[in-house]
């Protein structure tokens, strides 16, 4: 069985053309996130893996075996492919109990049985054997619907938005109970999600899409933090993108004016004159007042123009001589009693700011 699959397609639409070029390893637990906002062509490469689409040009190969190819004329159809495809709505058997239709298709003999009563333990569904989808939770409905995907044992797991189909709440606690089935099962997954959460709780790598192309791939904490350019700053959430200039170089440091501040980026060679300065929200420490000896070398007296609470967190929007934003817990925000119009040090490392080199008549981040 081959450990690569090989992805190379073109699919064209009236308003969008699609193009895709990745490879993702079919050796073990390795999880994938086709990232990026809706309408930017993830769900048509998924379906073009699955055998569901067919691309214009191009090929998509399993090893040596070519599944798709527009010169050859090869194509092998979905159900010879061994890819397991779970749904944005589970698409489970209304009228069925968790054992029938996590079983559907294997056969009643005595091996299809044993399976199904294993991958009902190791997903933790014993008990639920008779219950029909709609007396099931949503973690639960997802679950069975993982466990009829991967009961078959397939070679590779696609995943469209596993958790669009949940609230918001639900989303929270089945999120880190999927990467753990999905690790559960040892087998490798393709997943489109829009949402950075999900991209980095679930996924190893992340491929970002936009607009029918692939902006950026790599590991998914090195895409998130270093990324590319401004339009994939923009699709990941980098929450401050500012233009700035660099003034000089000291001890792997560059000096950026900033607005009407100075800060310091680690950087291994001098950047271009003019730069993007990207600072993740979580990046971000805050105290109230100076703080003493700390090994951050970018300490920024600024005042709250904002504070807007989500969920269990804080987002804190302040004026440091530029706009920036911190994330904080409520539990912070109480401890630290902050308030709009207070005066607080934003720390910030070096290593936590990373810039991109423009040139000079590019346009401003938006």
């Not at 009829?148 to 929270?172: G, K």
């Not at 929007?317 to 009693?337: E, H, M, W, Y």
């Amino acid at each position: 069985m081959s450990s690569t699959l090989h992805v190379d397609i073109e699919k064209r639409y009236p308003d969008i053309t699609i193009r895709a070029r990745f490879e993702q390893s079919l050796a073990g637990h390795r999880a994938t996130a086709l990232f990026g906002p809706s309408g930017c062509g993830k769900t048509t490469v998924l379906r073009a893996i699955a055998g569901l689409t067919s691309p214009e040009s191009g090929r998509i190969a399993c090893g040596n075996v070519y599944w798709n190819d527009s010169e050859r004329g090869a194509f092998v159809a979905p159900q010879k492919r061994e890819v397991g495809f779970l749904f944005q709505e589970y698409a489970l058997f209304p009228h069925m109990s968790v054992e029938r239709n996590i079983g559907y298709g294997l056969g009643r003999d005595t091996e299809a049985q044993k399976a199904v009563a294993r991958i009902i333990a190791r997903f933790q569904l014993t008990g639920l054997n008779t219950r029909r989808p709609h007396e099931l939770s949503g973690g639960q409905q997802q679950r069975v619907a993982l466990a009829r995907a991967v009961v078959r044992r397939p070679r590779l797991l696609l995943l469209d938005e596993p958790l669009s189909a949940l609230d918001a709440t639900t989303r929270q606690q089945v999120r880190q109970e999927l990467r753990d089935m999905l690790a559960l099962g040892n087998i490798p997954a393709l997943i489109v999600t829009h949402d950075p959460i999900e991209a980095v709780t679930l996924a190893d790598r992340v491929i970002v899409m936009d607009r029918g192309r692939i902006l950026q791939q790599g590991e998914a904490e090195y895409v998130f933090s270093r990324p590319a350019d401004l339009s994939v700053a923009r699709i990941v959430g980098v929450e401050t993108v500012q233009r700035g200039e660099v003034l000089g170089m000291r001890d792997g440091l560059a000096e950026i004016r900033v607005g009407a501040s100075i800060v310091r980026a680690a950087a291994r060679e001098a950047p271009a004159r003019h730069v993007d300065v990207c600072i993740r929200a979580e990046d971000v420490m805050l105290f109230p007042d100076e703080p003493g000896r700390t090994s951050a070398q970018n300490a920024l007296r600024g005042r709250i123009m904002d504070l807007i609470e989500e969920g269990p967190l804080c987002r804190v929007v302040l004026d440091c001589g530029f706009p920036l934003t911190a994330l904080i817990s409520k539990q912070a925000r109480t401890n630290l009693a902050l308030a709009i119009g207070d005066t607080v040090t934003a720390l910030i490392k070096a290593t936590a700011i990373h810039v991109i080199s423009r040139a000079a008549n590019d346009p401003e981040p938006e």
